[in-house]
């Protein structure tokens, strides 16, 4: 057994440069339970000095108090054995001594004598009787700190022939970390203009020339489906308003200009109905535009009960039918659809307008004679 506990301490070499490294106290009768902590530290890259660090004909008391007052902290594993160890003892009055920030781990429930008590009063407890020596190491990790981590490479990384067993956690995570941080480049290149080769591009704009301020506006416009999908994951506004290949701020920036649909009086380029799937999401929305998208059924956004304005212009959209599915909708615009039966727009309790071209003007007066639902003509 004493060979064993040897030979399993041979497999971490302890650190003895000049920067700061927890010094590890216990009592030899207690390393089945501490050195899987200290393996589980020294993995992690933490700077170490224990027992092992002693050489055959090296002056003991010398060694571990030079070592225990150059140290950055000192961490205890307190057990009854621990207790009836003189030199364990020692090394406690001596940290006290050396005033070192102290990390208390309990490896079973020990009372304390008065003078003990008086000295850990100040160090930080860590509950380890049930605890897995993983479990330990990272409870210490993070009472230590960076300031305790090394580069690998200064005397404290695993000398034994066979590499410890891989974390698959740890690496799922850390693939899942570089994923994110890909994607959040990704999106804030597309919003920012920094990356236009990509396919998005954002800038802000007034809706007229000579415009106040106030009507400034922010488009932005994608190339291509990749750049629009992914802006649109990630978008958390309650109000979202596309018309063609461009996202704006104001729906009120979107025009129908001589057959020709504008922001901001910029000509955009038509949409594509595969938007429908990334907005069928965003159930929070109350406010949505999606004009000229090329769609022909918006069956897909029934699931979007708070909207209360929408604006579907633009679209081949021949069965209405799908609007008594927004019961709080209080402004529809349908400009240039092909929408042929408008009935349902009686059937919504809450309508307050409806935008129309010429061309629909007579049938949806028709559909809302009664109401006291503005038609509104957009010309």
């Not at 380029?269 to 918006?298: C, H, N, R, T, Y």
């Not at 029934?302 to 209405?320: A, K």
């Not at 408008?342 to 061309?359: R, S």
């Amino acid at each position: 057994m004493k060979r064993a506990m040897s030979e399993a301490k041979k497999q971490y070499r302890v650190y003895n440069g000049d920067e700061p490294y927890g010094f590890i106290s216990y009592a030899h009768k207690d390393a089945a339970r501490v050195l899987p902590v200290i393996a589980a530290l020294s993995r992690d890259r933490f700077r170490l000095w224990y027992d092992a660090g002693i050489e055959a004909g090296d002056n003991w008391p010398e060694v571990v108090a030079n070592h225990l007052r150059r140290a950055g902290a000192v961490v205890f594993f307190l057990s009854r054995r621990f207790l009836h160890s003189q030199n364990c003892v020692r090394e406690v009055h001596y940290a006290v001594d050396q005033r070192k920030p102290m990390i208390a781990v309990y490896l079973e429930h020990v009372e304390l004598p008065s003078d003990l008590a008086m000295q850990f009063s100040t160090a930080t407890v860590i509950q380890g009787a049930e605890a897995a020596p993983e479990a330990i190491a990272a409870e210490a990790e993070g009472l230590l700190g960076p300031g305790f981590l090394g580069d690998g490479v200064t005397g404290y990384e695993i000398v034994r022939v066979h590499k410890p067993q891989k974390n698959p956690w740890r690496t799922l995570s850390l693939v899942f970390l570089a994923l994110f941080l890909v994607t959040a480049l990704l999106v804030a290149g597309y919003l920012g203009g920094f990356l236009p080769s990509l396919g998005a591009r954002t800038v802000t704009v007034d809706q007229a020339p000579g415009a106040a301020a106030a009507e400034a506006v922010t488009v932005t416009t994608f190339q291509d489906a990749f750049s629009r999908d992914i802006l649109l994951r990630t978008y958390q506004g309650t109000s979202l308003y596309l018309c063609g290949n461009a996202l704006v701020s104001d729906p009120t920036a979107i025009r129908c200009q001589g057959g020709v649909w504008t922001v901001a009086h910029e000509p955009v380029s038509p949409g594509s109905p595969d938007v429908l799937a990334s907005v069928a999401e965003k159930s929070d929305l109350m406010g949505l535009a999606l004009v000229d998208q090329g769609i022909e059924s918006f069956e897909g956004l029934t699931g979007l009960q708070n909207l209360v304005y929408l604006d579907i212009s633009g679209n081949p959209v021949r069965d209405l039918s799908f609007l008594a599915a927004f019961p709080a909708l209080r402004t529809v615009k349908l400009v240039a659809v092909d929408g042929a039966d408008y009935a349902v727009l009686a059937a919504l309790p809450a309508l307050e307008a409806v935008y129309v071209d010429e061309g629909a003007l007579s049938a949806v007066l028709d559909a809302l004679s009664g109401t006291d639902v503005d038609v509104i003509v957009k010309r």
